[in-house]
């Protein structure tokens, strides 16, 4: 392992890493109004898998694959692969409804369409409350035209602010929406809930949740019954006793 | 008693201006309050309170009686702060009746270049009637401007769910209220003109232009 991890040298993980942001940078303003929300990379020895999470797959497939053929020409000019050598992926997200960046482009497509900031931030509080998250936090801020500048912020349910549990549990997205005065910045925070299976949450509880198991039954005891404790089911294991005796 | 000038610099006006300049005029009296570069329409469809103060078209550099030597823009670039005694030296402040963003985009600069001399209220922006308001704390009660009781970013609570921030400073007032469990807390609380909260509760039902 740490002989494959040396192979790779900082040279190739630096590129590796400008690779993905600028891939990132490119398909979050392309494929912004149908859900973009994040890319996967994966590097075989044949060719390089790009995997693309999108809410609105069917648009990034275009008629007929049409636009993900385009879109994997472009990369393989851009970078320079070879032909056949990147192969591009459209996989739909589940529950957009717990993913930020989905909900920081509906709110900035919700206000370039006209509807008001109260409306646009509670309708998406409220989605995301129902697809099932602990809470939810949407910031609007900047100047809009006849007021001074603040933050309008709209909110639900539970939020942690510091520690570890903010990296597990939260997803954050910032989004900016270009007015002809200035630019408005929107930010979105949305707190998963834990859940074992891993899928929709993080596997563990949030470390300061107890949880107290009921008490067992008990067996009604009608006589005195004397039980040794001193004999363990297993046979090596009975040894130790008759050690412990002496 | 010094007397203060705002140069109307917003395209029209707006709600928020006429709440702000009401405000100014209930803390400085009518007489001491002077409005400048004001279009007609904007006359037009000032409510009568604000109208009772000296309302300009001129800008300010032409009102009439006013001696560009005796004003003193507040400007928040300036390299001198405000001290009691700008009261004795100067006998017009100017403001500039802006709408700020945040981080502030500077527009004070139109009045700097008219040349009047500056001073500063301060690192962090205000809005237009607190900046009277402190002027007026500072030259009229000399008080040192950092002995004004400030509150930076206040926070303003419509309900469990919604909240704005205003990334501005306001003067602090410290009030005893009484909490749900019967007992006296002091608060404190900025001073935003009447008004402000139904309108701050306004904006968000705007949808943006264009």
Redesign the interface.
């Known amino acids: 392992m740490a002989a494959a991890a040396a192979q790779i040298s900082k040279k190739r993980k630096v590129a590796d890493g400008v690779f993905y942001a600028e891939l990132n940078e490119f398909l979050t303003r392309e494929l912004a109004e149908d859900g973009y929300a994040g890319v996967e990379v994966r590097n075989t020895p044949s060719r390089t898998e790009i995997i693309i999470r999108a809410t609105h797959t069917q648009n990034v497939l275009g008629e007929k694959g049409r636009r993900i053929r385009e879109l994997t020409t472009l990369v393989q000019k851009r970078f320079r692969f070879a032909e056949s050598a990147v192969e591009l992926y459209a996989e739909r997200v589940q529950n957009r409804g717990l993913c930020a960046i989905a909900q920081a482009e509906s709110v900035k497509y919700k206000?370039?369409n006209?509807?008001?900031?109260?409306?646009a931030c509670?309708g998406v509080?409220r989605f995301v409350m129902e697809s099932g998250a602990k809470g939810c936090e949407v910031v609007v801020?900047?100047?809009?035209?006849?007021?001074?500048?603040?933050?309008?912020?709209?909110?639900?349910g539970f939020m942690i602010h510091s520690g570890q549990p903010t990296r597990d549990f939260i997803t954050t997205a910032v989004r900016h929406?270009l007015?002809?005065q200035?630019v408005?910045g929107i930010k979105v925070k949305i707190m998963l809930d834990h859940d074992p299976s891993g899928r929709q949450g993080p596997k563990n509880p949030l470390p300061d949740i107890i949880t107290i198991l009921e008490p067992k039954d008990e067996a009604y005891i009608s006589e005195p019954v004397s039980q040794d404790f001193g004999r363990p089911a297993a046979e090596p294991v009975a040894a130790a006793p008759e050690v412990e005796a002496q | 008693m010094a007397k203060f000038v705002v140069d109307h610099m917003?395209d029209?006006m707006?709600?928020?201006c006429v709440l702000e300049y009401k405000h100014m005029i209930s803390v400085v009296g009518k007489e001491n309050m002077h409005f400048s570069s004001l279009s007609d329409a904007c006359l037009a469809s000032m409510p009568e309170e604000l109208k009772e103060a000296y309302c300009h078209k001129e800008n300010v550099l032409n009102l009439p009686g006013v001696d560009p030597k005796d004003v003193c823009l507040l400007d928040p670039s300036a390299t001198e702060p405000l001290k009691p005694e700008d009261g004795d030296t100067f006998k017009y402040f100017l403001f500039g009746g802006i709408?700020?963003?945040?981080p502030p985009?500077d527009r004070t600069k139109e009045l700097r270049k008219l040349g009047f001399a500056n001073r500063h209220l301060g690192p962090v922006q205000m809005?237009t009637d607190t900046a009277v308001n402190v002027t007026k704390h500072v030259v009229d009660n000399k008080v040192p401007l950092d002995q004004v009781p400030y509150i930076d970013g206040p926070?303003v609570f419509f309900s469990k769910?919604?909240?704005?921030?205003?990334?501005?400073r306001y003067i602090a007032e410290t009030k005893e209220i009484i909490t749900k469990s019967g007992e006296k807390k002091s608060i404190r609380k900025p001073i935003m003109p009447p008004g402000m909260l139904e309108l701050?509760k306004k904006?968000?039902?705007?949808?943006?232009?264009?």
Do not use: T
């Open positions: 206000l370039l006209g509807l008001a900031v109260r409306r509670y509080v801020s900047g100047k809009l035209r006849a007021a001074r500048a603040k933050a309008m912020k709209f909110g639900d929406v007015l002809r200035g408005l | 917003e029209g707006h709600e928020w709408l700020g963003d945040d985009r809005s926070e769910h919604e909240s704005v921030n205003m990334p501005f701050l904006d968000s039902e705007q949808s943006l232009d264009f």
